[in-house]
């Protein structure tokens, strides 16, 4: 089949890098030159671990090219994937206008009974809007399809060949028929249901995740009220199946491009359909005040930050990727700066421009390449995502005997006696060690 994939981000590329790899001709098209002038070149412009091979793969077998010209990507098209950003409006909602402008701009040169298919993550009967778009400018018949991405940043390319669902909103068989096709390879169970289901979906299971996170970082502070250490908690609730004990880590609270704008964008929807007491509001006010809450308690257990050297271990939002966005790191940095602290980052791959971090040259900010010159003689190492290479290093190498040292384990992924038997003194989410 000949596929084209409208919008390069992080789940555009995968995708077509992907649907390549199963022997389609696919085209990635895009309005930035520049990103389209890269990725010609196989440069990804951000890391994903496996995708650039696979790129380098797909291109050299000639089944993945890059464009920004829309006849010529548009024309031949069998299928033709929207995966553009879908960034969050002022009012909380999903800004769709890169969706539209994606749709108006495709919808001329549609070739007969292509299906047009959104990825984006949009919101219940965005796909009748869509149609209003394509509509007065196509001049063929076509059909349209909602198939939601469930990828994780980190592990984006042996998620979209693993998936756990594959979920394909339609209304017509001829699309639901060439969906299931095209995701044959994957052997993965198909869920054909309404747009409205699969948009739903989507959201569902975001909100429904990042809940739980919401809900174990609750019993964690309930935890530090009352001496119980939430990783006994977890222990144990965890054997009940319906429970389980997987993907249930207390921490600073939800962060990255999806949970956080996806629980923003559904409480702002409930809000606007009149569900004014829906749970996600919660969550998502929960979530925000994390961070601020977290703080002060940290602050409060060294001693305050003025004068103190802090290592920061971890300033992507999560390991294997060097995606900042809604990073801990942009938050936390420029308050530890603002009250008093000298700050030492480090990260094995996000290498964010300063000012990202709230920094000006003359802060009291650096960055360097290895986790011992991070820690070199700091007050406070504070190990915010749980990076291998962070969670196995060997603090006692950095331990200055001559003087208290506080580990804060944000991630809650050190032994708390071993860290205290080297001799800092160790501070986790909910653990009421010390
Ligand atoms: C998330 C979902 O997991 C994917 O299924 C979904 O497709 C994607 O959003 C999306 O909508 O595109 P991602 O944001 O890459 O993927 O990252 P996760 O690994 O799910 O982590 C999200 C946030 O939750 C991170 O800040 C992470 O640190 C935090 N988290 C995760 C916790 O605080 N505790 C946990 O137990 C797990």
Redesign the pocket.
Known sequence: MNLTVIGTGF?GVVSAAVYASFGHQVIGLDVDEKKVASLRQSIVPFYEPNLTELLVEQQKAGRLSFTTDYHAAISDADIIIIAVGTPSAPDGQADLKYVFMAAESLAPHLKSNAIVVVKS?VPPGTLDKVDARIKPLATVTYHLASVP??????S?VY?TLHPSRVVIGAEHDEAFEKLELLHKPLNAPVVRVKPESAQMA?YA??AY??T??TF??QIADLCEKNGADVEDVIQAIGFDQRVGSH?????????????PK?VKELAAYSKAVGETGNLFIKVNELNDARLERLMANFSRQVGGWQGKKVAFLGLS??PH?DDMR?APSTKIIPRLLAEGATVVGYDPMAKPDPSLLGATPDSAFSQVDTIEEACQDADVILAV?EWPQIVSFDFAAVRNQSKQQWLIDA?NQFEPEMIKKIGFTYIGIGRSIN
């Open positions: 789940v993550t991405e469930f990828l994780r940043e980190g984006a998620d989507k299971a975001n995740l990042a739980r996170i174990i970082n993907y249930w880590y207390p921490g600073l609270g939800y962060g990255g491009s999806c949970f996806d939002f999560k990727t809604e995502v991630r």
